[in-house]
Protein backbone atom coordinates (compact mmCIF):
# COMPACT_ATOMS: atom_id res chain seq x y z
CA UNK A 1 0.00 0.00 0.00
CA UNK A 2 1.27 3.30 -1.03
CA UNK A 3 2.37 5.64 2.32
CA UNK A 4 0.92 8.97 1.03
CA UNK A 5 -2.92 9.25 0.77
CA UNK A 6 -5.61 12.15 0.54
CA UNK A 7 -7.03 11.82 3.57
CA UNK A 8 -5.59 10.15 6.95
CA UNK A 9 -7.97 7.80 9.94
CA UNK A 10 -9.18 9.81 12.10
CA UNK A 11 -9.57 8.85 15.94
CA UNK A 12 -12.43 8.48 17.23
CA UNK A 13 -13.55 8.46 21.19
CA UNK A 14 -15.03 6.27 23.96
CA UNK A 15 -15.18 7.90 27.39
CA UNK A 16 -13.68 11.09 26.70
CA UNK A 17 -14.14 14.26 23.99
CA UNK A 18 -11.58 16.72 21.69
CA UNK A 19 -12.30 20.20 23.40
CA UNK A 20 -10.92 23.41 21.45
CA UNK A 21 -8.86 25.39 23.96
CA UNK A 22 -9.43 28.85 22.52
CA UNK A 23 -13.23 28.71 21.13
CA UNK A 24 -14.44 25.64 23.11
CA UNK A 25 -15.88 23.69 20.50
CA UNK A 26 -16.10 19.91 21.32
CA UNK A 27 -16.08 17.18 19.33
CA UNK A 28 -15.76 13.23 19.39
CA UNK A 29 -13.47 13.35 16.35
CA UNK A 30 -10.01 14.56 15.83
CA UNK A 31 -8.42 15.18 12.86
CA UNK A 32 -3.93 14.14 11.99
CA UNK A 33 -3.03 17.55 12.74
CA UNK A 34 -5.00 18.01 16.17
CA UNK A 35 -6.50 21.12 15.62
CA UNK A 36 -9.85 22.26 15.90
CA UNK A 37 -11.93 22.60 12.42
CA UNK A 38 -13.58 25.91 13.43
CA UNK A 39 -10.39 27.77 14.64
CA UNK A 40 -7.39 26.59 14.29
CA UNK A 41 -6.32 26.53 17.57
CA UNK A 42 -5.17 22.74 19.51
CA UNK A 43 -7.30 20.62 21.52
CA UNK A 44 -7.15 18.94 24.84
CA UNK A 45 -8.91 16.06 26.21
CA UNK A 46 -12.57 16.53 27.97
CA UNK A 47 -14.44 13.59 29.98
CA UNK A 48 -17.79 14.58 30.18
CA UNK A 49 -19.12 12.66 32.08
CA UNK A 50 -16.22 12.48 35.25
CA UNK A 51 -19.20 13.68 37.82
CA UNK A 52 -21.61 10.83 37.50
CA UNK A 53 -18.75 8.05 36.75
CA UNK A 54 -15.45 8.84 38.72
CA UNK A 55 -15.26 7.11 41.71
CA UNK A 56 -15.12 9.57 45.57
CA UNK A 57 -11.67 11.03 45.79
CA UNK A 58 -10.95 8.40 48.66
CA UNK A 59 -11.93 5.35 46.35
CA UNK A 60 -9.70 6.46 43.71
CA UNK A 61 -6.49 6.84 46.75
CA UNK A 62 -7.13 3.17 47.82
CA UNK A 63 -7.47 1.61 43.98
CA UNK A 64 -4.18 3.37 43.21
CA UNK A 65 -2.45 2.03 46.22
CA UNK A 66 -3.94 -1.58 45.58
CA UNK A 67 -2.45 -1.83 42.76
CA UNK A 68 0.82 -1.32 43.34
CA UNK A 69 0.53 -5.48 44.55
CA UNK A 70 -0.81 -6.09 41.44
CA UNK A 71 1.27 -7.56 38.73
CA UNK A 72 -0.50 -7.20 35.71
CA UNK A 73 1.95 -4.95 33.04
CA UNK A 74 -1.01 -2.30 33.04
CA UNK A 75 -0.73 -1.83 37.29
CA UNK A 76 3.31 -2.11 36.71
CA UNK A 77 3.12 1.34 34.94
CA UNK A 78 3.20 4.63 36.70
CA UNK A 79 1.01 6.12 33.98
CA UNK A 80 -2.02 3.22 33.75
CA UNK A 81 -1.67 2.78 37.19
CA UNK A 82 -4.13 5.89 37.61
CA UNK A 83 -6.10 4.85 33.92
CA UNK A 84 -9.45 6.08 35.83
CA UNK A 85 -7.90 9.63 34.78
CA UNK A 86 -7.51 8.61 31.33
CA UNK A 87 -8.86 7.69 28.01
CA UNK A 88 -10.53 4.42 28.43
CA UNK A 89 -9.58 1.28 26.81
CA UNK A 90 -12.03 -1.96 26.17
CA UNK A 91 -9.22 -4.55 26.95
CA UNK A 92 -6.13 -3.30 28.94
CA UNK A 93 -3.84 -5.82 27.27
CA UNK A 94 -3.67 -3.02 24.70
CA UNK A 95 -1.69 -1.03 26.60
CA UNK A 96 2.07 -0.32 25.10
CA UNK A 97 4.01 0.01 28.08
CA UNK A 98 8.00 0.24 29.05
CA UNK A 99 6.94 0.39 32.60
CA UNK A 100 7.38 4.19 32.80
CA UNK A 101 6.54 6.51 35.35
CA UNK A 102 7.37 5.09 38.89
CA UNK A 103 9.95 8.25 39.51
CA UNK A 104 11.47 8.66 42.40
CA UNK A 105 11.23 12.25 44.71
CA UNK A 106 14.26 13.21 45.45
CA UNK A 107 15.15 15.84 49.19
CA UNK A 108 17.36 17.98 47.73
CA UNK A 109 19.57 19.07 50.88
CA UNK A 110 22.64 20.38 49.25
CA UNK A 111 20.63 22.81 46.81
CA UNK A 112 17.74 23.54 49.97
CA UNK A 113 20.82 25.37 51.79
CA UNK A 114 22.19 27.36 48.29
CA UNK A 115 18.76 28.57 47.68
CA UNK A 116 17.85 29.41 51.19
CA UNK A 117 14.82 26.73 50.87
CA UNK A 118 15.06 24.07 53.05
CA UNK A 119 11.78 22.27 51.63
CA UNK A 120 12.98 21.28 48.41
CA UNK A 121 12.70 18.40 46.09
CA UNK A 122 13.25 16.98 42.83
CA UNK A 123 10.99 14.72 40.75
CA UNK A 124 13.03 13.13 38.51
CA UNK A 125 11.39 12.33 35.19
CA UNK A 126 14.94 11.39 33.74
CA UNK A 127 14.34 7.93 35.78
CA UNK A 128 11.99 6.89 33.19
CA UNK A 129 12.78 3.81 30.41
CA UNK A 130 14.26 5.97 27.95
CA UNK A 131 15.67 8.33 30.10
CA UNK A 132 12.86 11.17 29.81
CA UNK A 133 9.48 12.59 30.48
CA UNK A 134 8.34 11.83 27.81
CA UNK A 135 7.50 8.21 27.94
CA UNK A 136 4.58 8.71 30.29
CA UNK A 137 2.84 10.54 27.49
CA UNK A 138 4.25 8.54 24.86
CA UNK A 139 2.84 5.11 26.64
CA UNK A 140 -0.65 6.82 25.70
CA UNK A 141 -0.32 8.23 22.87
CA UNK A 142 1.44 5.37 20.96
CA UNK A 143 -1.24 2.87 22.35
CA UNK A 144 -4.13 5.21 20.94
CA UNK A 145 -1.87 5.38 17.53
CA UNK A 146 -2.04 1.65 17.16
CA UNK A 147 -5.79 1.13 18.52
CA UNK A 148 -6.73 3.54 15.64
CA UNK A 149 -4.95 0.90 13.12
CA UNK A 150 -1.98 2.94 12.11
CA UNK A 151 1.45 1.63 11.12
CA UNK A 152 3.37 4.28 10.91
CA UNK A 153 3.75 7.32 13.74
CA UNK A 154 6.26 10.65 13.79
CA UNK A 155 7.58 13.49 15.54
CA UNK A 156 9.53 16.21 15.16
CA UNK A 157 12.27 16.43 17.98
CA UNK A 158 15.09 17.92 19.59
CA UNK A 159 16.07 14.54 20.70
CA UNK A 160 14.19 13.22 23.59
CA UNK A 161 10.71 12.81 21.88
CA UNK A 162 12.41 11.11 19.33
CA UNK A 163 14.23 8.33 21.51
CA UNK A 164 10.98 8.00 23.06
CA UNK A 165 8.21 7.83 20.50
CA UNK A 166 11.08 5.02 18.86
CA UNK A 167 11.02 2.71 21.72
CA UNK A 168 7.46 2.40 21.97
CA UNK A 169 6.56 2.05 18.08
CA UNK A 170 8.96 -0.65 18.20
CA UNK A 171 7.62 -1.92 21.20
CA UNK A 172 4.51 -1.93 19.98
CA UNK A 173 5.45 -3.17 16.41
CA UNK A 174 4.88 -0.26 14.42
CA UNK A 175 7.14 1.90 12.23
CA UNK A 176 8.71 5.52 13.02
CA UNK A 177 9.70 8.35 11.42
CA UNK A 178 12.35 10.90 13.30
CA UNK A 179 12.37 14.62 11.48
CA UNK A 180 15.14 16.22 13.63
CA UNK A 181 17.29 19.46 12.75
CA UNK A 182 20.77 18.97 10.80
CA UNK A 183 23.51 19.64 13.46
CA UNK A 184 21.50 20.81 16.45
CA UNK A 185 20.53 17.72 18.22
CA UNK A 186 22.80 15.44 21.34
CA UNK A 187 23.86 12.58 19.49
CA UNK A 188 23.19 10.72 22.83
CA UNK A 189 19.63 10.79 22.17
CA UNK A 190 19.71 10.58 18.29
CA UNK A 191 21.66 7.15 19.03
CA UNK A 192 18.48 5.95 20.74
CA UNK A 193 16.18 6.30 17.86
CA UNK A 194 18.32 4.99 15.67
CA UNK A 195 18.80 1.57 17.66
CA UNK A 196 14.85 1.17 18.29
CA UNK A 197 15.02 1.39 14.17
CA UNK A 198 13.18 4.75 13.79
CA UNK A 199 13.85 6.16 9.99
CA UNK A 200 15.77 9.18 10.89
CA UNK A 201 15.69 12.77 8.68
CA UNK A 202 18.30 15.26 9.87
CA UNK A 203 16.68 18.31 7.76
CA UNK A 204 18.32 21.50 6.95
CA UNK A 205 16.20 23.37 9.23
CA UNK A 206 15.51 24.31 13.01
CA UNK A 207 13.01 22.57 15.13
CA UNK A 208 10.39 24.63 14.28
CA UNK A 209 10.47 24.11 10.81
CA UNK A 210 10.34 19.99 11.50
CA UNK A 211 7.06 20.67 13.49
CA UNK A 212 5.43 22.66 10.48
CA UNK A 213 6.65 19.98 8.15
CA UNK A 214 5.37 17.44 10.43
CA UNK A 215 2.36 19.03 9.82
CA UNK A 216 2.42 19.16 6.54
CA UNK A 217 3.11 15.22 6.11
CA UNK A 218 0.37 14.20 8.75
CA UNK A 219 -2.81 15.46 6.41
CA UNK A 220 -1.26 14.04 3.54
CA UNK A 221 -0.28 10.61 4.34
CA UNK A 222 -1.65 8.16 6.84
CA UNK A 223 0.91 8.85 9.61
CA UNK A 224 0.26 9.25 13.67
CA UNK A 225 1.98 12.41 14.99
CA UNK A 226 3.21 12.11 18.23
CA UNK A 227 4.63 15.39 19.49
CA UNK A 228 3.26 16.70 22.37
CA UNK A 229 0.38 18.70 20.22
CA UNK A 230 -1.04 15.26 20.53
CA UNK A 231 -3.34 15.63 23.48
CA UNK A 232 -3.26 11.66 24.63
CA UNK A 233 0.66 12.76 25.23
CA UNK A 234 -0.37 15.37 27.62
CA UNK A 235 -2.57 12.99 29.56
CA UNK A 236 0.07 10.57 30.40
CA UNK A 237 2.01 13.19 31.17
CA UNK A 238 -0.41 14.80 33.33
CA UNK A 239 0.10 11.08 35.68
CA UNK A 240 3.28 13.63 36.68
CA UNK A 241 1.77 15.30 39.03
CA UNK A 242 -0.73 12.75 40.23
CA UNK A 243 2.28 10.25 41.29
CA UNK A 244 3.85 13.52 42.57
CA UNK A 245 0.59 14.14 45.39
CA UNK A 246 0.37 10.40 45.74
CA UNK A 247 4.32 10.67 46.87
CA UNK A 248 3.45 13.70 49.13
CA UNK A 249 0.15 11.97 50.64
CA UNK A 250 -1.75 14.31 49.23
CA UNK A 251 -0.45 17.64 51.10
CA UNK A 252 0.44 20.08 47.36
CA UNK A 253 3.71 21.67 47.94
CA UNK A 254 3.76 25.72 46.98
CA UNK A 255 5.77 25.61 44.11
CA UNK A 256 6.16 23.46 41.36
CA UNK A 257 8.95 24.61 38.68
CA UNK A 258 8.90 23.13 35.30
CA UNK A 259 11.30 23.92 32.02
CA UNK A 260 9.68 25.70 29.28
CA UNK A 261 10.46 24.32 25.79
CA UNK A 262 7.42 23.45 23.49
CA UNK A 263 5.59 23.83 26.49
CA UNK A 264 3.35 20.61 26.36
CA UNK A 265 4.47 19.57 29.92
CA UNK A 266 3.64 22.68 32.20
CA UNK A 267 0.31 22.15 30.10
CA UNK A 268 -0.03 18.41 31.19
CA UNK A 269 1.05 18.98 35.00
CA UNK A 270 -1.53 21.87 35.26
CA UNK A 271 -4.48 20.23 33.78
CA UNK A 272 -4.14 17.27 36.42
CA UNK A 273 -3.91 19.79 38.99
CA UNK A 274 -7.26 20.89 38.03
CA UNK A 275 -8.40 17.48 37.67
CA UNK A 276 -7.46 16.33 40.77
CA UNK A 277 -8.91 19.70 42.52
CA UNK A 278 -11.97 19.32 40.94
CA UNK A 279 -12.63 15.53 41.94
CA UNK A 280 -11.14 16.40 45.56
CA UNK A 281 -8.10 14.97 45.59
CA UNK A 282 -6.00 17.86 46.35
CA UNK A 283 -8.00 21.52 48.13
CA UNK A 284 -5.20 23.45 46.49
CA UNK A 285 -3.17 24.21 43.86
CA UNK A 286 0.53 24.69 43.79
CA UNK A 287 1.99 27.83 41.88
CA UNK A 288 2.82 26.59 38.91
CA UNK A 289 6.23 28.00 37.23
CA UNK A 290 7.90 27.89 33.93
CA UNK A 291 11.80 28.58 33.40
CA UNK A 292 13.58 28.92 29.40
CA UNK A 293 17.04 29.53 28.72
CA UNK A 294 17.54 32.96 27.74
CA UNK A 295 18.35 32.01 24.07
CA UNK A 296 15.12 30.39 23.73
CA UNK A 297 12.80 32.42 25.98
CA UNK A 298 9.85 32.64 23.50
CA UNK A 299 7.04 32.27 26.35
CA UNK A 300 8.64 35.01 28.21
CA UNK A 301 8.88 37.60 25.26
CA UNK A 302 5.45 36.34 24.98
CA UNK A 303 4.41 37.60 28.64
CA UNK A 304 6.39 40.36 29.09
CA UNK A 305 6.00 41.81 25.34
CA UNK A 306 2.53 40.80 24.45
CA UNK A 307 0.88 40.33 27.78
CA UNK A 308 0.16 36.70 26.66
CA UNK A 309 -1.77 37.99 23.27
CA UNK A 310 0.26 36.70 20.67
CA UNK A 311 2.87 34.81 20.32
CA UNK A 312 6.62 36.17 20.06
CA UNK A 313 9.00 33.34 18.52
CA UNK A 314 13.03 33.30 18.75
CA UNK A 315 15.35 32.43 17.04
CA UNK A 316 16.52 29.62 19.79
CA UNK A 317 20.06 29.00 21.03
CA UNK A 318 20.84 27.49 23.66
CA UNK A 319 23.52 24.59 24.98
CA UNK A 320 20.12 22.95 26.68
CA UNK A 321 18.66 21.19 23.58
CA UNK A 322 16.16 19.91 24.78
CA UNK A 323 14.74 23.11 25.52
CA UNK A 324 16.01 24.80 22.54
CA UNK A 325 12.53 25.82 20.96
CA UNK A 326 11.76 29.20 19.79
CA UNK A 327 8.43 28.78 18.46
CA UNK A 328 6.59 26.56 21.32
CA UNK A 329 3.18 24.94 19.80
CA UNK A 330 1.64 24.77 23.25
CA UNK A 331 2.40 28.95 24.69
CA UNK A 332 -1.06 29.84 24.88
CA UNK A 333 -1.96 26.86 27.11
CA UNK A 334 1.28 27.68 28.88
CA UNK A 335 0.24 31.32 29.25
CA UNK A 336 -3.19 29.89 30.55
CA UNK A 337 -1.59 27.66 33.03
CA UNK A 338 0.80 30.72 35.24
CA UNK A 339 -2.76 32.72 35.26
CA UNK A 340 -4.73 29.52 36.33
CA UNK A 341 -1.86 28.75 38.93
CA UNK A 342 -0.74 32.67 39.72
CA UNK A 343 3.18 31.03 38.43
CA UNK A 344 5.96 33.03 37.30
CA UNK A 345 7.88 32.55 34.20
CA UNK A 346 11.64 33.62 34.42
CA UNK A 347 14.78 33.31 32.21
CA UNK A 348 18.14 31.94 32.89
CA UNK A 349 21.82 32.61 31.30
CA UNK A 350 23.97 29.72 30.08
CA UNK A 351 26.34 29.93 32.99
CA UNK A 352 23.21 29.67 35.86
CA UNK A 353 22.13 26.47 33.92
CA UNK A 354 25.72 25.27 34.06
CA UNK A 355 26.35 25.94 37.53
CA UNK A 356 22.71 25.11 38.70
CA UNK A 357 23.46 21.24 36.53
CA UNK A 358 26.55 20.72 38.62
CA UNK A 359 25.33 21.86 42.42
CA UNK A 360 22.43 19.09 41.13
CA UNK A 361 25.36 16.86 40.31
CA UNK A 362 26.87 17.82 43.92
CA UNK A 363 23.86 15.69 45.60
CA UNK A 364 24.30 12.38 43.70
CA UNK A 365 21.50 13.41 41.24
CA UNK A 366 22.39 13.78 37.42
CA UNK A 367 20.02 15.79 34.99
CA UNK A 368 20.35 16.86 31.51
CA UNK A 369 20.96 20.70 31.24
CA UNK A 370 17.35 21.59 30.13
CA UNK A 371 16.51 20.18 33.29
CA UNK A 372 18.70 22.27 35.55
CA UNK A 373 16.66 25.38 34.39
CA UNK A 374 14.73 24.85 37.12
CA UNK A 375 17.00 25.07 40.15
CA UNK A 376 18.83 28.08 38.10
CA UNK A 377 15.14 29.96 37.72
CA UNK A 378 14.25 29.25 41.90
CA UNK A 379 17.73 31.17 42.42
CA UNK A 380 15.94 34.12 41.11
CA UNK A 381 12.16 33.82 42.37
CA UNK A 382 14.15 33.52 45.72
CA UNK A 383 15.75 36.60 44.86
CA UNK A 384 12.32 38.19 43.70
CA UNK A 385 10.39 37.16 46.64
CA UNK A 386 8.59 35.56 44.86
CA UNK A 387 9.26 31.94 46.38
CA UNK A 388 9.92 32.39 50.42
CA UNK A 389 11.71 30.17 52.72
CA UNK A 390 9.03 28.69 54.87
CA UNK A 391 7.38 27.15 51.07
CA UNK A 392 7.85 24.16 49.59
CA UNK A 393 9.21 23.71 45.93
CA UNK A 394 9.25 20.12 43.55
CA UNK A 395 11.59 20.78 40.71
CA UNK A 396 10.79 19.34 37.56
CA UNK A 397 13.84 17.47 36.33
CA UNK A 398 12.80 16.00 32.69
CA UNK A 399 15.66 14.28 31.77
CA UNK A 400 18.56 12.26 32.63
CA UNK A 401 22.54 13.06 32.71
CA UNK A 402 23.51 10.82 29.89
CA UNK A 403 21.28 13.00 27.53
CA UNK A 404 23.53 14.78 26.73
CA UNK A 405 27.39 14.12 28.42
CA UNK A 406 29.21 16.01 25.75
CA UNK A 407 27.86 19.32 27.56
CA UNK A 408 29.03 17.78 31.07
CA UNK A 409 32.43 16.80 29.64
CA UNK A 410 33.11 20.10 28.57
CA UNK A 411 31.61 22.40 31.02
CA UNK A 412 33.89 20.08 33.75
CA UNK A 413 37.04 20.41 31.60
CA UNK A 414 36.57 24.14 31.16
CA UNK A 415 35.58 24.20 27.81
CA UNK A 416 32.50 25.65 27.45
CA UNK A 417 33.02 29.28 28.27
CA UNK A 418 36.80 29.46 28.07
CA UNK A 419 38.15 32.69 29.09
CA UNK A 420 34.37 34.11 29.95
CA UNK A 421 34.27 31.37 32.11
CA UNK A 422 32.42 32.66 35.57
CA UNK A 423 35.18 32.70 38.49
CA UNK A 424 32.18 31.18 40.77
CA UNK A 425 32.08 27.88 38.40
CA UNK A 426 35.60 26.88 38.85
CA UNK A 427 35.01 25.20 42.53
CA UNK A 428 32.33 23.06 40.80
CA UNK A 429 34.44 21.77 38.12
CA UNK A 430 35.69 18.38 38.39
CA UNK A 431 38.08 18.14 35.56
CA UNK A 432 39.89 14.12 35.15
CA UNK A 433 43.28 13.85 36.04
CA UNK A 434 46.46 12.55 34.30
CA UNK A 435 49.25 11.09 36.42
CA UNK A 436 52.17 8.39 35.59
CA UNK A 437 51.04 5.49 36.73
CA UNK A 438 52.50 5.47 40.15
CA UNK A 439 51.05 4.55 43.92
CA UNK A 440 53.58 8.11 44.94
CA UNK A 441 51.03 9.50 42.18
CA UNK A 442 47.85 8.83 43.42
CA UNK A 443 48.47 9.43 47.08
CA UNK A 444 50.21 13.31 46.42
CA UNK A 445 46.55 13.43 44.84
CA UNK A 446 44.77 12.02 47.32
CA UNK A 447 46.41 14.80 49.68
CA UNK A 448 45.45 17.60 47.22
CA UNK A 449 42.41 17.16 48.14
CA UNK A 450 42.07 16.40 51.73
Known amino acids: MSLVSSSSPEVRQQNFRFRCIACGDV ?71 LREGNTPLYELTQCARITGVPRLFAKHQGMNPTGSFKDAGMTVAATFARRAGFSW ?25 VLVPEGKISWSKLSQALDYGAVTCQLRTDFDGCLRLLQELVLRAPVYQLNSINPFRLEGQKTLAIELLE ?13 GGNLGNSSAIDKALLEMRDLGLISRLPKLSVIQAEGANALVRTLREAGGKRLISVPAETRATAIRIGNPASWK ?21 AQAKAEIGAEGIGCEPASAVTLAGLKKLVKQGFVKADESVVLVLTGNLLKDPDFTIDFHRGEMFGEQEDAKLHSLRHPPIVLDATLDAVIRTLERFN
Open 153 to 177: VACASTGNTSASMAAYAARGGMRSL
Open 27 to 97: NDVASQNFRCAHCGDLLEISYPAWKEATPSAASLKSTWQKRRLSSSAVDLSGVWRFRDLLPALEDEHEVIT
Open 333 to 353: KAANVLEATGGACEEVSEVEI
Open 247 to 259: QMDWHPPDHIIVP
